[in-house]
């Protein structure tokens, strides 16, 4: 088996999870608290004694019955991405955010671009594998500040458009992906702070979508801090009806759902 890196920073949940996986994996090692998201990648990579490793998020707990079985495996050679599924905590979705992946360890330890709006894509230059194993959920909805931020970064990717695969067309899915960010999830902890972080950070992703150096701000923390501090608990209901009116203006029509409603929406589109 290949190194596999639990990485975390700041999650409330981490040492939680941290303490499963090991029960799951004990060979499991860790890389805390380096401040960056590719520099965290990239440190992983230095510590890696394998030619490829794993990487699992802070906020994501290993699916049981999870095999790290891999299709299409080319070799200690294979420098694609290999992406496997991982299911959404808050809003049901089933896709690469919050999963599991193996990265080529040569690729990622001389890997010089650090500042980068989303690390996988950048480092993906020779492609990617989507494994079709679920191997995880990510139950990111802890903290009001976590989930906000959650929400933000992976919206602003999605409107900017800049999760599109090195190589590829965008893919069709975003706009939904999208469209189920800003609308789901009023149901479970935190879900309406989820919702939040996706409206605000779809209209980042919109308006800066052509400036590399605006987007890039999302991986910064220290940034985040203070773009969370912008929005109070008491506001959170105003603030969820004015950032659906500026994203209408857009084109995303982001609905408002009570938590029944979004509970049965989710219940129909996923079986959950």
């Known amino acids: 088996m290949f190194d596999l890196f639990f990485m975390s920073y700041a ?60 299709e299409d495996f080319q070799g200690e050679k294979d420098k694609r991405v290999h992406v496997y599924r991982c299911k959404n905590a808050v809003n049901g979705l089933v896709y690469g955010y919050g999963s599991i992946h193996l990265f080529n360890t040569e690729l990622v330890r001389n890997f010089r671009s650090l500042d980068v709006v989303d690390f996988t894509l950048s480092v993906a230059t020779q492609g990617f594998k989507i494994q079709p194993e679920i191997a995880s959920t990510t139950n990111f909805n802890t903290s009001e500040y976590i989930s906000f931020k959650s929400g933000f970064r992976e919206a602003s990717k999605l409107a900017s458009e800049t999760n599109t695969y090195v190589g590829t067309q965008v893919d069709e899915r975003t706009q939904k992906r999208l469209l189920i960010w800003t609308s789901l999830g ?33 991986s910064n923390h220290k940034w985040f801090e203070e773009e969370f501090s912008k929005f109070a608990p008491g506001n959170l209901q105003s603030d969820l009806q004015k950032s659906k009116r500026e994203l209408h203006e ?8 009570t938590p029944q409603q979004s509970k049965m929406i989710k219940q129909i589109l996923y079986k959950v």
């Open 186 to 218: 009023s149901d479970v902890p935190y879900g309406d702070w989820v919702i939040l972080g996706a409206r605000v950070g779809a209209i980042f992703g919109k308006t800066n979508k052509d400036s590399k150096e605006k987007l890039a701000l999302i």
């Open 250 to 257: 857009f084109n995303i029509l982001c609905q408002d759902y």
């Open 11 to 70: 999650e409330p949940e981490a040492e939680k999870n941290w303490l499963i996986l090991k029960s799951q994996v004990p060979t499991a090692k860790r890389v805390h608290g380096v401040e960056g998201i590719a520099r965290a990648w990239v440190e992983a990579a230095k510590r890696s004694t394998t030619s490829h490793f794993f990487t699992m998020d802070g906020d994501s707990r290993l699916n049981p019955n999870f095999s790290f079985q891999l």
